[in-house]
């Protein structure tokens, strides 16, 4: 077995629970995400809200991709962190007025716009300041992703984004917004996308939507496909580098894109997952009646995707190569769903050692509460503790 290379002895003088960021694991995929889009009119935005440590979002801004963004604390995240408001691109179907006026103030790039009542409130706050704004449409292309249904958003029924028969409607209320200059059309199909054959789906309804906009005589300067990309939680040893080859390739192959047209793209997970690992301790070792339980000082307050999406987390006993054993890993909070793994086979654990659970860098640390009156944990990188 493969383990990570982990500063385990500085990993000892510190309190357990905390996030521990590999940033060379970082630059190494920012560095393959720029490879593989360099010579195409194709532009990166990272999701922020898969992770804002401050070192990483240093990371990605150096290695020059822009920011996708939910909410105006992204916005001005993303601001701070150094991110060119001409790289900003803002979605999600509940703005706050104080949001939208924060990204026209900013000048951002784009208002990706979920639906027709949105589009009367941007126009009318851009008009309040006399200003315009860039806007794309999030279409919800009806393309199934295959993933869990909580993090399936590209189909009618989902929430997200405005539906194939609103079309028409839309594009005529648009028109006569004067306060909006229509820039573009969004998708984002879902999230965890390790088949891309529906990634090969989207293109195919992009290039039929494009020629709709076409023959009603409207030109689009931007296409965005959203993020989505997934990730090997399994063998993250082995496979520490998304399959960004295979996944922009489908996109230059299938999608047809208009001359002058720039094709944008929001990855979240795909960017920061794999440099990321919760550390944490073992308490106590507890024999059950027909299995041993392993009680970590780390829970759902840290770690939520096990308990919210039944979620597969790598768990690596960093302390011990002893004979693997089966446990029940799992958090001290007082919720029966905090259950990290069942059944799981590591090396055989005693109380005090250290745990790494891996993958955890997307949507981990951002989406840890204080349940239990817990504190938030804490983070480090590669470059601070080395
Ligand atoms: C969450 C989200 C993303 C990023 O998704 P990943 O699966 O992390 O790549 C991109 N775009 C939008 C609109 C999102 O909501």
Redesign the pocket.
Known sequence: MIKANYPVDQFAELRTPFYYYDLEVLRATLQEIIKQTSGDPFEV?Y?L??NVNPQVLAAVREAGLGA?C?SGGEVQAALDAGIPASKVVF??VGKADWEINLGLDNDIFCF?VESIPELEVINELADAKGKTASVAL?INPNVSANTHHY?T?GLNENK?GINLSELDKVTTIVKGFSNIRLVGV?F?I????TDLAPFQDLCVRVNEIQDYFESQGIKLENVNV?????INYEHPNHFPIPEFEAYFKIFREHLTLRPGQKLHF??????VAQCGSLISRVLYVKEGTSKNFAILDAGFTELIRPALYQAYHRIENLSSDRVEEEYDVVGPICESSDVFAKGYSMNATKRGDLIALRSAG??GEIMASQYNLRALPKAYTSDELR
């Open positions: 935005h999701a809200k898969a996708d939910v979605a999600g990706n999030r993090i958003t997200f969004h984002h879902g999230s965890q996308i959203g993020g989505g990309l997934g929001e990855l979240g997970r795909a960017v997307a949507y």
